[in-house]
């Protein structure tokens, strides 16, 4: 099971009919979320999927809340459309959710569905002062320019071209490949790059800008590593990040080292590369 998502059974009392423990299954889904203010929308979900009524409790049904944790302070929930309370109807609906300085943490839980709740994290306004500083900063001096294509659960295949991370960080949405090809001063078969998977599974290095990982399986990345050809090493630097679902930001990491979150298992979520050329 990926890191961030949770589905545990609970009552599995065994003197209770099938329909009944069903109904009291849960399955629960762990949001990280920078500082700043998110809207959590729900799709709806099939209310066939309902199992009989638990002690008044009409199912299924979604329930956001604010657990407590020991690395960030509460996340505050401020509103939500489509139900009661925290509660969402099988019609779906949207949270409204601030993050404090230093980012925190969400639980959406569902009970007595079928399969999994489509949600999507969508950041409204702009940034904190402190995060459009950080990504408006100008490009390091002799940064050379990369092409990374990345596979992304839920949103496909896409493609960056700027400096600095690429992917959704705190979004809970994982990398389940990706792809480096160099825009400049380098041939795509100088940069090699390889990728772990749940479990311990490790991808062959590639290069040419082939994909590394797989599409529509299911299965998140948990970290990777890069390298140059060992001719360039004298050439150019190479260091690079990865944030995780629970690790947080990972690294930096050089030289074909792996970036890997002290977490196992723990889904990545973005990149970030950084190809210097050295100073003559």
Not at 38 to 49: H, I, K, Q
Request: glycine share 12%; charged share 25%; proline share 8%.
């Amino acid at each position: 099971m990926a890191k961030g998502e949770v589905a545990p059974a609970i009552g599995r009392n065994p003197g209770l009919g099938r329909g009944e423990r069903e109904a009291r299954t849960a399955k629960a889904r762990l949001f990280r979320l920078e500082e700043g203010l998110y809207a959590l929308a729900v799709a709806a979900f099939d209310a066939r999927a309902a199992q009989p009524s638990l002690a008044e409790m009409n199912l299924p049904a979604v329930q956001i809340s604010a657990p407590p944790s020991e690395s960030f302070d509460p996340v505050e929930l401020l509103a939500a459309s489509g139900g009661e309370g925290w509660w969402l109807s099988p019609e779906g609906g949207v949270f409204v959710v601030k993050a404090p300085q230093g980012g925190g943490v969400v639980l959406v839980t569902s009970y007595g569905t079928a399969g999994a709740i489509e949600i999507a994290v969508r950041r409204l306004g702009a940034p904190p002062p402190r995060l459009a500083k950080e990504r408006s900063a100008a490009p390091a001096p002799n940064a050379l320019r990369l092409e990374v294509a990345l596979h992304i659960e839920r949103q496909g295949d896409r493609s960056f071209a700027e400096e600095g991370w690429v992917g959704n960080r705190g979004q809970g949405l994982s990398i389940e490949a990706f792809a480096i090809r160099p825009l400049e001063r380098l041939s795509p078969g100088d940069v090699e790059y390889m990728a772990f998977g749940p479990g311990g599974r490790e991808t062959a290095w590639v290069s040419e800008g082939k994909l590394c990982g797989s599409r529509g399986r299911g299965l998140p990345l948990t970290g990777f590593a890069i390298r140059l050809l060992p001719h360039l090493a004298d050439r150019f630097d190479l260091h690079y990040e990865g944030a995780f679902f629970e690790g947080g930001v990972c690294g930096p990491q050089k030289d074909g080292e792996p970036c890997l979150s002290p977490f196992a298992d723990d889904p990545l979520e973005a990149l970030n590369i950084r190809l210097v050329e050295k100073a003559s």
